[in-house]
């Protein structure tokens, strides 16, 4: 990480249309290489707390930065740049219909100007890990959505971000699908150090992966349990290793990384 916090609220608001606050006066550090779960209750503005972060939505007052940086100072450059620093995933999948689903994993690489040999590598690993391997050319709308939302995923995780923010990723997964997602994103956060924000509602999954809490109520945001880049979940998934399958990633992002 370029700097140890990741991302700094200092007096936050947030609203909408010049409407009621979502957000108030929220103040708190989150050091690089955390796992938070986000809580609340709907319209409690998790969404808003993650747009806000992606720079999707502007403060009404307070200052924001990421890496240090102060987002009220970026130009579009310097928003574009820390774009690619970070990747989101929201509930609607917001997948390109008209592209397979290879296409859509693979734009933000092609955006990045990765050589296609390696671009066609990183795609292959990614679906088959989140199970849709066998659908890198059919259409999104031809899929479930759940599938859909892997899809999502697996664009997301194809960069490697340092940040990685998510709306209720596993919403429409059972429970062994949810799992296999979680997998991934611990070996994500623990081999990369991806500080990960997870919104969701499922108090079992917040139960199962003992990560700290962010919950978001009254316009404001608490912390619940300690900030740690290490906590182990209780129920660990049983299927391909994760941790061989990023090791392996991981070489390959290096590349990335000097392209």
Do not use: C
């Not at 664009?155 to 971000?161: C, D, V």
Request: aromatic content about 8%.
């Amino acid at each position: 990480m370029e700097e140890k916090t990741a991302i700094s609220f200092a007096n936050v608001a947030a609203a909408y249309d010049n409407a009621v606050e979502v957000l108030s006066d929220v103040s708190f550090n989150i050091s690089g290489g955390n796992f938070y779960f986000l809580s609340g209750a709907s319209g409690a503005g998790k969404t808003t707390l993650l747009r806000l972060i992606y720079m999707l939505h502007k403060p009404l007052r307070g200052q924001i930065k990421l890496f240090g940086k102060n987002t009220a100072e970026m130009s579009r450059d310097d928003i574009a740049k820390m774009h690619h620093k970070m990747a989101i995933v929201f509930q609607e999948y917001s997948l390109l219909s008209h592209m397979t689903v290879f296409d859509n994993v693979a734009l933000p690489l092609r955006v990045r100007g990765i050589a296609e040999d390696k671009v066609k590598k990183l795609v292959a690993k990614v679906l088959d890990w989140v199970g849709l391997g066998k659908f890198a050319d059919v259409k999104p709308m031809e899929l479930s959505g759940g599938q859909q939302q892997r899809v999502s995923v697996a664009r997301a995780i194809i960069i490697q971000p340092s940040i990685l923010l998510a709306d209720e990723p596993t919403g429409n997964l059972d429970d062994e699908n949810a799992s296999r997602l979680m997998e991934l994103f611990i070996q994500m956060n623990k081999l990369f150090g991806t500080t990960i924000i997870l919104a969701t509602h499922n108090k079992k999954l917040m139960e199962t992966y003992k990560f700290p809490v962010m919950h978001v109520e009254n316009h404001r945001v608490s912390f619940i349990g300690k900030s740690t880049t290490s906590a182990e979940p209780k129920k660990v998934w049983k299927g391909p290793t994760p941790k061989n399958y990023f090791t392996e990633l991981s070489k390959q992002f290096d590349d990335i990384g000097n392209a």
